[in-house]
Each structure stands twice: as structure tokens, then as C-alpha cells.
């Protein structure tokens, strides 16, 4: 894993509608600094999960770039982009698929496995000790509530260490306790790692728990 910064150079986003450009995501200039963990914050519609999908490539900045240390991600052609999601992202979503028929001992192991990390499983499993999972590591997805399947889709994505790691609104499910665990999971990340944590969160506890704190306004 390679430490550097994620920069936004006047990065905005629009789409047309009805032929009038709307703004999705207003002009903005902004570095995210490895080791910390970054809070984006602000009202529904301000476009916080439209940033979050420009910096993951999945969506194209309208203007501006997107920058890797010095590399400029926006110019990459799309199979080195795809390389770079494979070999430095890892995502949270607000409601997180799991699979089916395993329960969250399975998911960790396979996230270790695939990431040829084999001592990921214990890491994994610890952290979700951490998160008060430590009695539902045998429980199947549909066993679960939707704040316990949150908890496995973090430690999942932790479990392969990504460079870079997005997360859009990961404790909207979770109670005020809970939510300051996983909050506290995400910034130890950052720093342990050395690695570029950008969550998206209304939490007080979140918020609170920030290096750096990002409000966007709406457009
Ligand atoms: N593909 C799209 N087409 C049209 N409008 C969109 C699209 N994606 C997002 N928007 C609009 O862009 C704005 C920002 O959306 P979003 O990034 O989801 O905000 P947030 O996550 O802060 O609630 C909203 O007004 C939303 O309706
Ligand atoms: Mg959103």
C-alpha cells in the first residue's frame, strides 16, 4: 500500500436536465492528507455522495481533476483507473449488500482471502469484537439488523487495508454508542495505516470524532 494525498483541483459536477445545466456538486478545491480521518458533512442534496462517487471514478468530475499524489486520475485511461480502484479503494455504502448465506466470520475470511492477507481474519475478527459484534459472528445476513450487517461491511473493507477508503453515510443505522465505535474504528484506521478515510456523516458523534471536517453547501 502506497500513502499520498487525494486532491480535488476545482473539481465541480453537473447534469442536464430538461436542457438546463444543474449543479450536482459545486466548484471545489480540497486535499485529503493520509493519516487522517476526514468527515464530509451538509444538508440532503448538497452533493456528498456525488463526490464521493468522483473520487471512486465511477463518476466523471464535470471540471477539474482528480489527483493521486502527483498523478492525475481524471486523464487515466478507464483499465488503469479500474487498477487503481482494485489496487488502492475500499467502499462502505449506506445499506451494504452482504452475501446471503454467510454469516460475518465468513465475510472477513473471505475479504482475507482475497486480499491474500490470511491475517486479516484475525484482525477482522477482533475489530468486530471492537464494534460489539462478538456474539453474531455465526449469524446469517438475514439474522442480522441493519446496523449489524453496517458493522461487517466496514471491518470487511478494513480487512483489505485499502489506501483509500470511502465510506457514504456508514452509521445512518446505528445508535449514538455504536455509530462513536464505528468512529473511532474509522479514524485508528486512518492513522494505523496511514490512509486516506473519507466518511460521509449528519452524526454528531462522527463529526466530532474528525481530523478534518468538510461542510458542503447546496449550489
Ligand atoms: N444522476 C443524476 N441526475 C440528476 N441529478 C442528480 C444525479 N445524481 C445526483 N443528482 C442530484 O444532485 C444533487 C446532489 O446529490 P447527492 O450527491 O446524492 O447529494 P447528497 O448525498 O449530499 O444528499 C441532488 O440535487 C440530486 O438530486
Ligand atoms: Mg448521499
Given at each position: 500500500m502506497t500513502a499520498a494525498a487525494l486532491t480535488l483541483d476545482q473539481v465541480s459536477h453537473s447534469v442536464a436536465e430538461a436542457g438546463i445545466e444543474k449543479i450536482t456538486l459545486a466548484p471545489l478545491s480540497r486535499t485529503f492528507a493520509p493519516g487522517k480521518f476526514h468527515v464530509v458533512g451538509g444538508p440532503s442534496g448538497s452533493g456528498k455522495t456525488t463526490l464521493l462517487s468522483v473520487l471512486a471514478l465511477t463518476v466523471r468530475a464535470s471540471r477539474g481533476m482528480v489527483l493521486w499524489g502527483q498523478e492525475n486520475l481524471t486523464r487515466m485511461k478507464q483499465p488503469a483507473q479500474a487498477n487503481w480502484r482494485r489496487q488502492n479503494l475500499g467502499l462502505v455504502f449506506q445499506t451494504s449488500r452482504l452475501v446471503?448465506?454467510?454469516?460475518p466470520l465468513e465475510h472477513v475470511r473471505m475479504a482475507a482471502a482475497i486480499r491474500g492477507r490470511p491475517e486479516a481474519e484475525q484482525e477482522g475478527i477482533d475489530a468486530l469484537h471492537a464494534l460489539g459484534m462478538g456474539d453474531r459472528l455465526g449469524q446469517l445476513p438475514a439474522q442480522l439488523s441493519g446496523g449489524e450487517k453496517q458493522r461487517v461491511a466496514i471491518v470487511q473493507a478494513l480487512c483489505a487495508r485499502p489506501a483509500v477508503l470511502l465510506a457514504d453515510?456508514?452509521?445512518?443505522?446505528?445508535d449514538q454508542t455504536n455509530a462513536a465505535l464505528v468512529a473511532h474504528t474509522l479514524r485508528t484506521f486512518a492513522r494505523q495505516n496511514n490512509a486516506v478515510v473519507i466518511c460521509v456523516s449528519h452524526d454528531r458523534v462522527v463529526m466530532d470524532a474528525a481530523d478534518e471536517l468538510l461542510m458542503l453547501t447546496k449550489a
Open positions: 446471503g448465506v454467510m454469516n453515510e456508514p452509521t445512518a443505522a446505528l
